[in-house]
């Protein structure tokens, strides 16, 4: 299937798929992150990074966002569970097929004693594991298996751009 086709009717840039049980018990929620880490420094205007990156901080307050002249500091990462648009979990066998168009949130498991109204729900998902606090109260449980389905529409990895829709789009370069 063509990147064309497979993006068709939706702004998505790039999707990332990961399934997978953990092998270890005892993993906190809030110790496994995911995000990008840049050889290059980005050159981002600072009028751009004021409006930037608060705004990346409003949607998703547990992200790590620097941007600097140092080839190191350069990254943008976000708690694993926090992050996933999607987030499966469910007892091996169980699990969605990756190759679906879209895949479902399926949180029972993860809160099994909260209301249906926070279950299958990834706002309450995302907001809930924001704060490293709250995070940290849940862990990974290697007996099942998880599914992590992350897209993005702004950052575009062929230009090695951002686009901010209506309002912009930079360089990284």
């Not at 063509?2 to 399934?19: A, C, D, P, V």
């Not at 790590?64 to 943008?76: A, Q, R, T």
């Amino acid at each position: 299937q063509s990147h064309t086709e497979y993006f068709k009717g939706k702004k998505r840039l790039m999707n990332n798929i990961i399934q997978g049980q953990f092998k270890v018990n005892g993993l906190n929620i809030s110790d496994v992150w995911i995000g990008d880490v840049y050889e290059k420094p980005f050159f981002m205007p600072r009028f751009v990074a004021k409006f930037v990156i608060p705004f990346f901080q409003r949607l998703s307050p547990g992200i790590i966002m620097n941007f600097s002249s140092k080839k190191d500091n350069n990254k943008v990462v976000v708690r694993l569970a926090e992050g996933a648009q999607t987030l499966s979990v469910n007892v091996p066998g169980k699990e969605p097929d990756i190759a679906t168009e879209d895949l479902c949130e399926d949180t029972t498991l993860l809160f099994p004693n909260n209301n249906n109204k926070k279950k299958n729900n990834p706002d309450y998902r995302r907001k809930l594991f924001r704060s490293k606090q709250s995070a940290s109260k849940f862990e990974y449980d290697p007996k099942l298996v998880y599914t992590f389905d992350f897209y993005d529409d702004v950052l575009d990895y062929e230009s090695y751009s951002v686009n901010m829709g209506n309002l912009c789009t930079f360089s990284l370069e």
